[in-house]
């Protein structure tokens, strides 16, 4: 299936919701802090109402499941998953790797993913069959094919060191070359374009890895949750150049 008028609305809206961002950042930010303890700003609501009504006037019959709106039932099999702000904490801070996060899933797999970041002026996009793109650019995975020549990035180790799993994780990444710093949809990006080699995330929401899982697929890699399932709604992901996949996978199983 051709997914490129989804593709087209999902970019256009991102980078409106990427003008709001920028904006944002010369103003004093209503800052709040959510039952999980994440803040939330007016930023977040505002892009995220936007995304939210050009879907539905766009796609009336999907239904939506944003970070901070929920899930809306739709008619016709499609959820769009949004992360309206991805990286709060960065955007509050100045630091320039916040992104606008917008996936399709249908039948269970992202199918159009879009990741823009508009301080970076960098927006990866891809649709099922269509390639993966960072600026209108092609871009594939890298060839690694060792762990201990990869470049990886985690998240999540720490807050579950306690965990077999986050024990797993830790013994890992001593495995790597280097293990670099975690920069939310930005690694992902990195992932894609080739400039990494893998990631996991142990905390990740489906709002934070839909639109990579899709990009990253298109670019010639593969994601994950930590036990192999091709998921994005488990908790977790792993996302790869591919070749590193099964590997990482065994060093996580406890």
């Given at each position: 299936m051709?997914?490129?008028?989804?593709?087209?609305?999902?970019?256009?809206?991102?980078?409106?919701?990427?003008?709001?961002?920028?904006?944002?950042?010369?103003?004093?930010?209503?800052?709040?802090?959510?039952?999980?303890?994440?803040?939330?700003?007016?930023?977040?609501?505002?892009c995220e109402d936007?995304?939210?009504?050009?879907?539905?006037?766009a796609f009336p019959e999907d239904g939506f499941l944003g970070e901070e709106t929920?899930?809306?039932?739709?008619?016709?099999?499609?959820?769009?998953?949004?992360?309206p702000l991805d990286g709060t904490r960065p955007f509050i801070r100045g630091i320039p790797?916040?992104?606008?996060?917008?996936?399709?899933?249908?039948?269970?797999?992202?199918?159009?993913?879009?990741?823009?970041?508009?301080?970076?002026?960098?927006?990866?996009?891809?649709?099922?069959?269509g390639g993966?793109?960072?600026?209108d650019q092609p871009i594939r995975v890298s060839k690694t094919r060792d762990l201990n020549r990869a470049m990886g990035s985690a998240l999540g180790q720490m807050e579950r060191q306690d965990e077999p799993v986050g024990k797993q994780l830790l013994a890992a990444m001593s495995e790597w070359d280097y293990a670099y710093g975690f920069m939310d949809a930005y690694t992902y990006g990195c992932i894609a374009a080739g400039r990494i080699d893998l990631c996991v995330n142990l905390l990740d929401k489906p709002w934070d890895c839909a639109a990579a899982a899709c990009i990253v697929s298109e670019a010639g890699g593969t994601y994950s949750d930590i036990e192999g399932n091709r998921t994005v709604h488990n908790g977790s992901i792993i996302l790869s150049?591919?070749?590193?996949?099964?590997?990482?996978?065994?060093?996580?199983q406890v």
């Open positions: 051709d997914y490129a008028a989804e593709l087209k609305v999902a970019l256009e809206l991102a980078r409106r919701a990427g003008e709001i961002q920028l904006a944002g950042q010369e103003v004093t930010l209503g800052v709040e802090i959510k039952a999980d303890d994440s803040p939330v700003t007016t930023v977040d609501r505002a936007l995304i939210l009504n050009g879907l539905r006037e929920g899930a809306h039932d739709g008619t016709s099999g499609r959820t769009w998953i949004v992360d790797t916040y992104a606008c996060l917008i996936a399709l899933e249908a039948n269970g797999e992202p199918v159009v993913g879009v990741m823009h970041l508009p301080a970076l002026k960098e927006t990866y996009c891809a649709s099922r069959g993966a793109f960072l600026n150049n591919g070749h590193l996949h099964d590997a990482i996978l065994a060093r996580l």
